[in-house]
């Protein structure tokens, strides 16, 4: 619930600011809702200046941990200009190695030295338009600022800050350009861009800072409104060198939807949109950063908790090693009601300014998993998802001080006192789903060590037979990744395994992170027959029915763009797939149900039936009460039974392709000729959007072959002792072909690792 003070006090002073707003209103007031700022608008905190070596005032009232509050500078102590709010912040360091915060206020920018940061000094303020939206940026020795209050790019000058004195060399405004949301910094190339400004419908500009104290515009990126952005130049991959850009971004050009898109704008005059990814529950994508080892996009949606969207905090995570193809994974929270706000990461920590819960830290070794370490709350009292409290931070200085700027309370310099991870377990890419009987399969496991990190263990358990878990030595490449082999297994058996490191210091971590009760799993079989492929070239006898008002399934190669929640492209790469509602624009699923029926389907044969296929659902525009229905039938038909769902907030319905594994000997105790699978997609309320794709459908015989002899029993005597390394390493020696472990005719490391492995894991 909002205090009194902010929601029942719509004096004439509230409703004049919002009078005043509106009138100045860029692309970015017409399309956002930072116009609910000025409905929770409250009265600045005024105060002295606090610092932690002043005892004589309390700052007892503020919620933290592992953190230490170092000062705090309330807005009336920016003289000059009007301080009645406070807003985004920045920072800079001379090159004298001095450091100093740039904190936007309602009437211009403060500049405060945090060099000693227990006793900060305000040197110097710069005046600008009245706004509650200011946002700044540094390259060089220049400040950029910018207002949606108008005054287009303020340059000033920051040469002779060391002196206590900053210059306002211009207001910059040209070519009808004068109000802007948000500017953008290129901490790679030092380029500057402009976001939700009154030009370029609200897009991504580029500006010209070849003369710094002189800018000009360039292109952008002008599809449709940007709210903020991260730039940065790609490494790595066919885009290695680019300049890419991280929109978050909706609306304009007929786009209603908000979302992540990705642009290389390398040339600002022909910018390339990558992708588009629209992710669960959305209600207005407001600010994204990236993970320190670029992996994974961490994206804020500013209205998802107000809206009911979600209960609680929730920051999206997308990958984006594929900018072609970015895949929404899931979330992290602090668990609060507070609406996140601006993030940013530094040496895989996430420093999240989160409203009134404040300043929320993650440690992000392992960049899918952050975990919450410490915080500190600059808004006492509530942590509920109205906006007041803490606007943004900046942890970029080389001391390890932070800045966290706060709407009603001023700067804030804070410390990190938390004791951070010093490794994490990552999931290697290629983790088997099938395992030879013989073993020999080679399992990784990606390791992410902070400076110094040295282990006593890293193991691999695993399950054979299900009697429990049992450890296998791994060994540990000194390339942030550690080796094994999987051991000799019955055929037809399920292998289970997790991975386990414990490090000098005994602390001790697996993956899955829940395991044991988490664990991998690979079936067990000699190989594979595949008899039945479905690419969707020709019909093959599928059928559709149902009824919908719009959107029922069809063949087709897709030609929507990905826009609107549908694919992009088929999964396979054949051209066709099955799809719902093959259009462009803003047509979906509508009115009813549309359901996707296979024909009657050859189960049977020498081996397990494996069932697989592609599926692509997105139900993550507007209302998400949708579901996608998966039934199987083994009598052509006749009676059905749920094979998979997949409702409201699961993490596959944000759209991207995924592959869905069945053995049909699990569901059936025998699998006939008449397995059929439907696939039923439907809108059955108001305001939802839903689009579905299903392709590369296979059922494969895996077959069962189980391995003549023990290969960890060398000498087939039964026993199992050192006998049997002995004899496997004179037969290496002699380059036996008994002693190529891995099959590959050549004779190395492998082969002794996987006889190892073998010889540890003993005999089934």
């Known amino acids: 619930m909002r205090h009194q003070s902010s929601q029942g006090s719509r004096s004439r002073q509230t409703l004049t600011a919002i009078s005043l707003t509106l009138a100045c209103s860029t692309v970015a007031s017409a399309h956002d809702d930072d116009y609910l700022k000025l409905l929770d608008r409250q009265p600045p905190v005024f105060g002295p200046i606090w610092t932690a070596g002043d005892s004589t005032q309390n700052r007892g009232l503020f919620d933290f941990q592992n953190m230490t509050l170092l000062a705090n500078i309330p807005l009336n102590n920016f003289p000059g200009v009007n301080r009645n709010s406070g807003n985004d912040c920045w920072g800079y360091?001379?090159?004298?190695?001095?450091?100093?915060v740039i904190m936007g206020l309602e009437g211009g920018y403060g500049f405060v030295e945090i060099t000693d940061p227990i006793n900060p000094v305000v040197v110097d303020t710069i005046s600008g338009p009245s706004s509650l939206w200011h946002d700044v940026k540094v390259v060089g020795q220049y400040a950029y600022g910018v207002s949606e209050g108008g005054s287009g790019i303020q340059v000033m000058n920051l040469s002779n800050i060391d002196n206590g004195n900053v210059t306002l060399v211009r207001n910059w405004t040209s070519g009808g350009y004068s109000s802007t949301h948000n500017i953008v910094v290129n901490q790679d190339s030092g380029s500057l861009w402009i976001c939700g400004a009154n030009i370029g419908n609200g897009?991504?500009?580029?500006?010209?800072?070849?003369?710094?104290?002189?800018?000009?515009?360039?292109?952008?990126?002008?599809?449709?409104?940007?709210?903020?952005?991260?730039?940065?130049?790609?490494?790595?991959?066919?885009?290695?060198?680019?300049?890419?850009?991280?929109?978050?971004?909706?609306?304009?050009?007929?786009?209603?939807?908000?979302?992540?898109?990705?642009?290389?704008?390398?040339?600002?005059?022909?910018?390339?949109?990558?992708?588009?990814?629209?992710?669960?529950?959305?209600?207005?994508?407001?600010?994204?950063?990236?993970?320190?080892?670029?992996?994974?996009?961490?994206?804020?949606d500013e209205l998802d908790e107000q809206g009911g969207q979600v209960p609680v905090t929730t920051t999206r995570m997308i990958n984006v090693e594929d900018l072609e193809n970015p895949q929404f994974i899931g979330g992290f929270t602090s668990g609060l009601g507070a609406a996140d706000h601006n993030l940013y990461t530094r040496d895989s920590v996430i420093y999240e300014s989160n409203y009134r819960s404040g300043l929320r830290v993650f440690d992000a070794l392992d960049p899918t998993n952050p975990v919450e370490v410490a915080y500190f709350d600059t808004y006492p009292?509530?942590?509920?998802?109205?906006?007041?409290?803490?606007?943004?931070?900046?942890?970029?200085?080389?001391?390890?001080?932070?800045?966290?700027?706060?709407?009603?309370?001023?700067?804030?310099?804070?410390?990190?006192d938390a004791d951070l991870d010093g490794f994490a377990l990552q999931q290697a890419d290629g983790l088997p789903e099938n395992v030879l009987p013989e073993g020999g399969n080679p399992i990784n496991?990606?390791?992410?060590?902070?400076?110094?990190?040295?282990?006593?263990?890293?193991e691999m358990f695993v399950d054979v037979d299900g009697s429990g878990f049992?450890?296998?030595?791994?060994?540990?490449?000194?390339?942030?990744?550690?080796?094994?082999?999987?051991?000799?297994?019955?055929?037809?058996?399920?292998?289970?395994?997790?991975?386990?490191?414990?490090?000098?210091?005994?602390?001790?971590?697996?993956?899955?992170?829940?395991?044991?009760?988490?664990?991998?799993?690979?079936?067990?079989?000699?190989?594979?027959?595949?008899?039945?492929?479905?690419?969707?070239?020709?019909?093959?006898?599928?059928?559709?029915?149902g009824s919908v008002d719009d959107g029922a399934w069809e063949r087709g190669v897709p030609n929507g763009g990905g826009g609107r929640g549908d694919p992009p492209t088929d999964f396979d790469g054949s051209g066709r797939c099955y799809l719902t509602d093959n259009e462009e624009g803003n047509s979906d699923v509508d009115g009813g149900t549309t359901t996707l029926t296979s024909p009657a389907l050859d189960a049977t044969g020498e081996g397990t039936p494996i069932l697989s296929y592609a599926l692509w659902y997105s139900n993550n525009i507007g209302v998400t009460d949708d579901t996608m229905f998966v039934d199987i039938s083994?009598?052509?038909?006749?009676?059905?039974?749920?094979?998979?769902?997949?409702?409201?907030?699961?993490?596959?319905?944000?759209?991207?392709?995924?592959?869905?594994?069945?053995?049909?000997?699990?569901?059936?105790?025998?699998?006939?000729?008449?397995v059929r699978i439907r696939f039923r997609?439907?809108?059955?309320?108001?305001?939802?959007?839903?689009?579905?794709?299903?392709?590369?459908?296979?059922?494969?015989?895996?077959?069962?072959?189980d391995a003549p002899d023990c290969i960890a029993d060398f000498n087939d005597d039964g026993v199992r002792d050192f006998f049997h390394i002995s004899g496997f390493l004179t037969a290496f020696g002699a380059q036996?072909?008994?002693?190529?472990?891995?099959?590959?005719?050549?004779?190395?490391?492998?082969?002794?690792?996987?006889?190892?492995t073998a010889f540890s894991a003993g005999c089934p």
Request: proline content about 5%; aromatic content about 12%; hydrophobic content about 35%.
């Open 93 to 100: 360091v001379s090159p004298s190695g001095r450091e100093y």
């Open 203 to 300: 897009g991504l500009i580029n500006i010209d800072i070849s003369n710094p104290a002189l800018p000009s515009l360039n292109n952008g990126w002008t599809e449709m409104y940007v709210h903020d952005a991260q730039v940065v130049i790609w490494e790595g991959g066919e885009y290695d060198g680019r300049e890419i850009a991280f929109l978050s971004s909706g609306f304009g050009n007929g786009a209603t939807e908000t979302g992540l898109r990705i642009a290389d704008v390398t040339d600002p005059n022909n910018p390339i949109t990558l992708s588009t990814l629209f992710y669960p529950n959305s209600s207005y994508s407001h600010q994204c950063w990236l993970s320190t080892d670029r992996t994974i996009l961490y994206l804020n």
């Open 381 to 416: 009292g509530s942590n509920s998802s109205n906006f007041n409290g803490a606007w943004s931070n900046y942890p970029f200085f080389p001391s390890g001080t932070i800045a966290i700027s706060d709407i009603e309370r001023g700067l804030f310099l804070v410390r990190l």
């Open 445 to 458: 496991v990606n390791i992410v060590t902070r400076d110094g990190t040295t282990f006593q263990a890293i």
């Open 470 to 545: 049992t450890p296998i030595a791994m060994i540990n490449n000194g390339d942030g990744t550690a080796s094994a082999q999987s051991p000799q297994i019955d055929c037809g058996e399920e292998f289970r395994y997790y991975f386990r490191a414990t490090d000098s210091d005994g602390e001790t971590k697996t993956l899955p992170v829940n395991a044991p009760s988490e664990f991998y799993s690979a079936s067990v079989a000699s190989g594979f027959e595949e008899t039945y492929s479905q690419n969707f070239q020709t019909n093959g006898g599928w059928s559709v029915s």
């Open 634 to 674: 083994n009598n052509n038909g006749a009676n059905w039974q749920s094979l998979d769902t997949i409702g409201p907030g699961h993490p596959n319905a944000g759209g991207g392709w995924n592959v869905y594994s069945f053995d049909l000997s699990e569901i059936y105790t025998n699998p006939s000729t008449q």
């Open 681 to 705: 997609a439907g809108d059955t309320g108001d305001g939802s959007v839903v689009e579905a794709g299903v392709d590369a459908v296979k059922i494969e015989l895996a077959s069962c072959v």
């Open 736 to 756: 036996d072909p008994s002693a190529d472990f891995s099959g590959d005719g050549a004779f190395d490391f492998f082969d002794i690792s996987g006889f190892l």
